[in-house]
């Protein structure tokens, strides 16, 4: 029986570790916005003598996540681990003068989508599938109030989610990552030294690893 591992935001950071990392024992449902780097990727998966079926779509496009999921259940059935690494980083500006067109769009990326992701896929884990979500600690700080908001709120859902859950599966894990050296993170902290930022190879295999442990 071939194990799949769904991964929204698979396309580079966190969520690309996350694909290499499962690879070896899962096919890898890879879902992101950038065809070219969810095919650099497969290239890397099929390096490790994995596979992977790439999805190069948008999360929030509602119809897209219905096509996918019912995709996966026609031709596997189930999902047997689901990472959520998609999100989207408005840009920083004071809580004062954040636009309204960045607020609405970190809504619909990081909770309407989450939370349609979760009614979607849920019945694809069952009871004894898995999902991991993953906290930032930057939530409430300065000059964070689109992102952290709306990051707080994903994670609220996978909270509430996770006590639903807790006797009955899925587990629902929630991971809190080492500040990696990301796309996202350059954009918040320009000029900062990234050499000590942890290796997202590294944080991948740890978050597994306590996940698995």
Aim: aromatic fraction near 4%; hydrophobic fraction near 45%.
């Amino acid at each position: 029986m071939t194990h799949t591992a769904l991964i929204t935001g698979a396309s580079r950071g966190l969520g690309a570790a996350m694909a290499l990392a499962l690879a070896p024992s899962h096919h890898i449902i890879a879902v992101a916005k950038t065809t070219g780097a969810l095919e650099e990727l497969d290239d890397q998966i099929k390096a490790k003598g994995g596979a992977a079926t790439l999805a190069p779509m948008d999360i929030g496009n509602d119809a897209a996540m219905q096509t996918l999921c019912r995709g996966i259940y026609d031709r596997w059935g189930r999902v047997d681990m689901w990472v959520h690494c998609a999100v989207h980083a408005a840009p920083l500006t004071p809580t004062s003068m954040i636009n309204t067109k960045d607020m609405a769009k970190s809504i619909a990326g990081n909770v309407t989508a989450t939370s349609t992701l979760i009614t979607y896929i849920a019945p694809l884990l069952g009871t004894d599938g898995r999902a991991i979500f993953f906290d930032d600690p930057v939530v409430g700080h300065a000059f964070h109030g689109a992102y952290g908001a709306t990051k707080a709120a994903q994670i609220a859902l996978a909270r509430s989610w996770q006590a639903e859950t807790s006797k009955t599966g899925p587990q629902v894990h929630i991971a809190t990552p080492a500040p990696m050296p990301t796309a996202t993170r350059a954009r918040f902290h320009p000029g900062e030294d990234r050499s000590v930022l942890a290796d997202p190879a590294a944080e991948a295999a740890r978050i597994l690893s306590e996940i698995n442990g």
